[in-house]
């Protein structure tokens, strides 16, 4: 069964830093594309970053500067670093995964960030 398991929000000041973790178990996730979403309260899911397997990455243009995504295929894991983070960055952070045409999916962590 596969699980991908995030970890590292919480709450957080304008300006401030999170680091996100997201473990993927149950598969051999060394070709997916993995990465991350975001859903804020009233809206839809909308992609963060996602690295390949090779290494490309695609970042929302809304972080890109501030967000760097990275992987460590022989820990099956993924990685967000958040700099300078911003009131709007505040949403539930889905990790995510797509291998041999599967998408999978976490149960989400929440960032918030406020004073």
């Known amino acids: 069964q596969v699980q991908l398991v995030e970890s590292g929000g919480g709450l957080v000041q304008p300006g401030g830093s999170l680091s996100l973790s997201c473990v993927a178990s149950g598969n051999d996730f060394n070709g997916a594309v993995m990465g991350w979403y975001r859903q804020a309260p009233g809206e839809q899911r909308d992609l963060v970053a996602i690295m390949s397997s090779g290494g490309s990455t695609n970042y929302a243009d809304s972080v890109k500067g501030r967000f760097t995504v990275s992987r460590d295929s022989a820990k099956n894991t993924v990685y967000l670093q958040m700099n300078n983070l911003k009131p709007e960055d505040t949403a539930v952070y889905y990790c995510?995964?797509?291998?041999?045409?599967?998408?999978?999916w976490g149960q989400g962590t929440q960032v918030t960030v406020s004073l």
């Open positions: 995510y995964a797509r291998d041999f045409g599967q998408n999978y």
